[in-house]
């Protein structure tokens, strides 16, 4: 095992190895001839770390459930960000235009990258993406102990460029810091092809090329947190205007060739911000003390809530900032399907080890869907959830599909409200916490939502709203789907039983079908087809008595079809047979099921039945224990009189 460590170091060391340059500039110009594509600027570079690992663009004529949700609509997911972020696709998209165009040296290349939304709805997980990004990305080529760690074409003069652009093959844009520009023409007495070129990481702990600025508290605001400051200490020694005095450590220093990121940022003062505007469409940002102006290339991300943005956007003395912004809004999932992968993640990446009930998650995750969803006339809150997640929902006395851009276009700012994915997280925590069992389902997680809900610091309105979800929307929904559950385990319990009302069924519609009568296999007795036996059978799928002679046809037909192909005939052959036959038998088991999952006492007949069920949901993913609990509500809240 020791041989491995090893091994694997010795590998890590030895990748690192291949990207160590020490040279000069005229060792570097070798390489950037051969390789072009390394001199890039910051936003291309970002570009292509983004796009390695992939675009699949989905055709929605081709997936149902996503033209439902997106109409035509093209969808381009990318791989870096797959199982990473769930529902927010559009968003992604949005932020990938940004850098597309950006890379491409358009406005937005000199614009803010500006992520606005709830509190929990994954801003500063797209944030720390990027910057992880950066980090995995391989070392950049900088010059030796430049503090802005800047490109060393920036050595060649400007009237050189030209003549160096053409052998290159790339375009040389920005200028030396004052750093570099003293240390030039001092120690290298102007020969800048012996200047020291080196490679560099980037590094969020180290502060290599990735920035962060926190709020700042308005009565403490230094302008040095962005652009570095003059160390007095070193003005005994050198004049105040003499760049080694220069301390050049602010965000905007550091991020440098990488990114600059804003947490909270309208929660600074304008005036702390106007940095950004030079940043930006200047490409520069102020020197401490007298200096001249440095050019800056980094990508400025900014994130706040849409309560600081509206506050902000009000006042139109930010008009210079606000025109350099690119806003996106990255709202709350809307996607039952996606929410719920979300907190699949989330359970992963923990020490979370509780069973799960089925069923469980999505609860949890359909109360916070609901929550966020704005009202309609059109349709009730869970339907236009369905809806939303892509499934098929047909008006009420209509053929016509419920259209989801109606929807849309009454409700412009929903996902931007409502619970987020961190109560949902506390709520999951919370009620494994006071499990005795370790373990969860449905009906305890409801509880604690309950509970939770009730402690929020929200309108009165809103919160009977919410519990009016958990208390009659959610428990009727959960019970429909539990029902299902329980009466599925029976009819699994009584296969035999299902076999035999086929084996009648396809006796009867074959005799019905041919005009022949059955055999008593007990009598010999001859007997006309049982018209009301098939009825009640078929009347569980809707057949009408006008259609029920093309449906015994149908089904006959398809039977002798299988035969013939040598295939084996079963009750699950025929799949609107088969739904008959399961609501048929589901509506006789309801009685039964209550008492077997009431009886304190059973006899041996039910006791097997009863432990047959319990078989078949643990093989659909129950444990003893909550299977014993969702049977108890059943009894208690199920097949009611």
Not at 9 to 28: A, C, M, P, S, V
Not at 450 to 457: P, S
Not at 469 to 482: C, M, P, R, S
Not at 554 to 562: A, E, L
């Amino acid at each position: 095992m020791a041989y491995d460590f090893e091994k694997l170091i010795k590998q890590d060391r030895d990748e690192h190895k291949q990207y160590k340059f020490d040279g000069t500039l005229l060792n570097y110009l070798a390489i950037v001839k051969d390789n072009p594509g390394i001199a890039v600027l910051a936003h291309q570079r970002m570009q292509e770390l983004l796009i390695k690992s992939g675009i699949e663009i989905i055709k929605t004529e081709e997936n149902p459930r996503l033209k439902r949700i997106y109409g035509n609509d093209i969808i381009k997911r990318y791989s870096f960000f797959v199982n990473k972020f769930f529902g927010i696709d559009k968003s992604i998209m949005k932020i990938m235009r940004y850098f597309h165009s950006a890379a491409m040296k358009g406005e937005e290349s000199r614009q803010v990258l500006y992520l606005v939304g709830p509190v929990g709805a994954g801003k500063s997980s797209i944030m720390e993406a990027l910057k992880q990004a950066l980090e995995m990305s391989p070392p950049i080529y900088t010059l030796k102990d430049c503090p802005m760690r800047e490109e060393p074409l920036h050595l060649i003069p400007k009237h050189l460029r030209p003549q160096f652009e053409e052998l290159l093959g790339v375009t040389i844009e920005g200028d030396l810091c004052p750093i570099c520009r003293y240390r030039l023409k001092h120690d290298f007495n102007g020969e800048f092809e012996r200047f020291p070129v080196t490679t560099s990481e980037f590094s969020i702990r180290s502060r290599k090329g990735i920035g962060v600025v926190p709020p700042v508290d308005p009565n403490n605001q230094d302008t040095s947190v962005l652009s570095g400051s003059v160390d007095i200490s070193k003005l005994d020694l050198y004049p105040e205007d003499d760049p080694r005095v220069l301390s050049l450590n602010g965000a905007f220093n550091v991020g440098n060739r990488g990114v600059v990121e804003f947490i909270e940022v309208f929660k600074n003062d304008v005036e702390y911000l106007h940095t950004m505007i030079t940043a930006t469409q200047e490409k520069s940002i102020p020197s401490p003390g007298k200096g001249a102006m440095i050019y800056f290339d980094g990508i400025i991300l900014a994130h706040s809530n849409e309560a600081e943005w509206n506050k902000f956007k009000s006042d139109h003395t930010n008009e210079a900032i606000l025109d350099r912004i690119v806003k996106v809004e990255v709202p709350y999932c809307l996607e039952l399907d996606e929410e719920v992968k979300i907190y699949r993640k989330v359970l992963k990446n923990s020490s979370f080890d509780a069973h799960i009930a089925p069923h469980t998650i999505e609860v949890a995750s359909m109360f916070a869907i609901l929550t966020r969803l704005t009202p309609s006339s059109k349709v009730d809150p869970l339907t236009k959830l369905k809806i939303y997640n892509g499934e098929e929902i047909v008006e009420k006395g209509s053929t016509k599909r419920m259209d989801i851009v109606e929807l849309r276009d009454e409700a412009p700012r929903e996902g931007m409200t409502g619970i987020s994915t961190r109560f949902i997280m506390k709520v999951l925590d919370n009620t494994l916490s006071e499990s005795e069992f370790n373990c969860i389902n449905p009906i305890a997680v409801i509880e604690t939502m309950v509970k939770a809900t009730k402690e929020l610091a929200i309108a009165d309105d809103e919160k009977k709203r919410y519990l009016g979800f958990l208390q009659d929307t959610i428990k009727k929904e959960y019970n429909k789907i539990l029902e299902k559950e329980v009466t599925k385990a029976f009819i699994h319990g009584y296969r035999e039983q299902a076999e035999s009302l086929f084996n009648n069924y396809l006796d009867h519609a074959e005799a019905y079908v041919n005009e022949t009568k059955l055999k008593d296999v007990n009598t010999g007795e001859e007997l006309e087809p049982d018209i009301k036996f098939m009825q009640s059978i078929e009347e569980q799928i809707g057949i009408t008595s006008t259609a029920a002679q093309g449906f015994r046809q149908d089904v006959t037909s398809y039977m002798f079809s299988i035969m013939r192909s040598g295939g084996k005939i079963e009750y699950k052959s025929y799949e609107p047979l088969k739904e008959a036959i399961e609501k048929k038998l589901t509506a006789s088991v309801k009685e039964l099921s209550r008492i077997i999952t009431q009886a304190r006492v059973r006899d041996k007949e039910q006791d097997t039945k009863y432990n047959t069920m319990v078989e078949a949901m643990k093989d659909n993913g129950y444990c003893q224990h909550c299977c014993n609990v969702v049977l108890k509500y059943a009894a208690n809240n199920l097949w009611k009189d």
